[in-house]
């Protein structure tokens, strides 16, 4: 913390109408890299979270009937400072997250992109007229900001996952309250202190902080005042968190696990899957949604890929995210470590091999070892849950036909990822996998122009592009008589 430049971006109470609120409750955070305590935060209680349904809504009419070009242009003014405090930001969120700094610094870079993107996507909400079937009549579409808007983002990118979802929500005239994850609120709370700064109105932008997520999830879902929620996170809760919107018949975007296939066909370039595998799968220490979760790799060059794959991974620094040299840190707890060695060691009880690593890291309680499974099956553990730690599952296979329906053989439907070189063979494969992103050779699939989002139980709802504004607008259609 002593080397943050700016103290001001350092927070450690909610931000609700423009005020920041304090608490006598408080809850730690920490950082997993080290089990120091990092911040004592205020607890926001269920009072504090309808407080910040209630100053959205009040705000809602003024910041809705501003011209796009005004929104755009506060928009950019906090594009602008965040992209100005990016190693202040960055250092905060490797504090409280533990990724490598370098990649927290990618993240900042990363989420600034979006308020980039709906800033000027704002100014392109374009309505439509329709012919109408008689002269005394013209039929026209307009677009309307939806209203009142609620987030729940997760800790695995505090960051990037607030602004993916603030920036469209604002720039559509919505208004917008966050709950961030308990674990990593301080990265919101930067945003809401930048936003302050760059003249955002008090109630346009709001973050609740609390450890309370069950009783403030039931506000964000279920006040009568939010039109919209919106959750990136697991299926499990993802689940609760729609059937509690359902009462209201609130409109829900979710984005939420993943299960990702990574196929290596034999006419592959064998170099360029081994890269991309590794950085799909240890990204963020293997705690990402879309992280490669299960590489499927032709028989006749499994071993090729393997022995590569694992001198690669071999080399792959583990340690404190702010040490310069580190690759992979610290899972998000202890917990989340004995799971991933839960999950390993139930697939190795199956039949699986332990090519490299296979248990915890002497890094700290937080740490796994980079880890390669040979001899996988799809059945295994590994393979049918969501790993969410540095471990990859190598499963060999035959034939086109086999690896699709094994790729596919999953409750998800997030990201999917293959590498070859036959045109054919592309245009089949990319049609085939049942998922809502693919990557052909490309596992670098993240982009503030694309659509991000899933099929089946990875949720509905698009992040990103010209699509992600339209989770926030609402369709109004008007019949005049002249």
């Given at each position: ?194 936003a302050e700064r760059a003249g955002i109105p008090a109630g346009v932008f709001n973050v609740v ?274």
């Open positions: 913390m002593d080397k943050i430049t700016d103290k001001g971006l350092v927070k450690n109470c909610s931000y609700i109408d423009g005020q920041w609120h304090t608490s006598d409750k408080r809850f730690s955070v920490t950082n997993p890299a080290t089990g120091e305590t990092i911040a004592q935060v205020a607890n926001a209680s269920v009072n504090d979270a309808e407080q910040a349904v209630i100053a959205a809504h009040k705000t809602f009419a003024s910041w809705s009937g501003q011209t796009a070009n005004h929104r755009a242009k506060l928009l950019r003014n906090w594009l602008n400072l965040i992209i100005e405090h990016q190693d202040d930001l960055a250092r905060l969120l490797t504090l409280e997250q533990g990724k490598p700094l370098a990649e927290a610094r990618g993240e900042i870079g990363y989420g600034a992109g979006f308020i980039e993107w709906f800033a000027e996507e704002a100014k392109r909400v374009y309505g439509e007229t329709i012919p109408a079937a008689s002269q005394d009549k013209r039929l026209l579409v307009l677009k309307q900001p939806v209203g009142v808007v609620s987030a729940i983002t997760p800790w695995n990118f505090p960051n990037a996952m607030i602004t993916r979802k603030a920036a469209a929500a604002l720039a559509a005239g919505c208004t917008f309250i966050v709950k961030p994850a308990e674990m990593t609120p301080l990265s919101a709370l930067a945003l809401a202190e930048l902080v609390s450890d309370d997520a069950v009783n403030i999830g039931k506000v964000l879902t279920q006040h009568p005042q939010i039109a919209k929620f919106t959750f990136t996170g697991s299926t499990q809760v993802g689940k609760k968190l729609a059937a509690q919107c359902a009462l209201g018949v609130k409109k829900v975007s979710l984005e939420l696990g993943g299960n990702a296939p990574f196929i290596v066909f034999d006419d592959a370039d064998i170099d360029a899957a081994v890269k991309g595998a590794i950085a799909s799968k240890y990204r963020n220490a293997g705690q990402t949604c879309i992280c490669t979760n299960r590489i499927f790799v032709q028989r006749n060059v499994v071993e090729k890929f393997t022995k590569q794959y694992s001198m690669a991974v071999a080399e792959l620094a583990v340690g404190n995210g702010l040490d310069v040299d580190t690759q992979i840190g610290p899972l998000i707890s202890s917990q989340a470590a004995e799971k991933v060695k839960q999950l390993v060691d139930s697939s190795v009880a199956q039949g699986a091999n332990i090519a490299l690593g296979g248990d915890f890291s002497n890094a700290g309680a937080c740490f796994y070892q980079p880890t390669i499974l040979t001899e996988v099956s799809n059945t295994m553990p590994v393979a049918q849950n969501e790993i969410f730690g540095p471990v990859s599952a190598i499963i060999p296979f035959d034939s086109e036909a086999e690896v699709i329906e094994a790729a596919n053989d999953t409750e998800y439907g997030l990201a999917a990822y293959f590498y070859a070189r036959d045109i054919g063979r592309i245009w089949r494969v990319s049609e085939g996998l049942a998922f809502g992103m693919v990557g052909v050779n490309d596992s670098a699939i993240s982009n503030v122009a694309a659509p991000f989002g899933g099929v089946k139980q990875s949720g509905y709802g698009r992040e990103g592009s010209r699509h992600g504004l339209d989770d926030y607008l609402v369709i109004k259609y008007l019949s005049m008589g002249i």
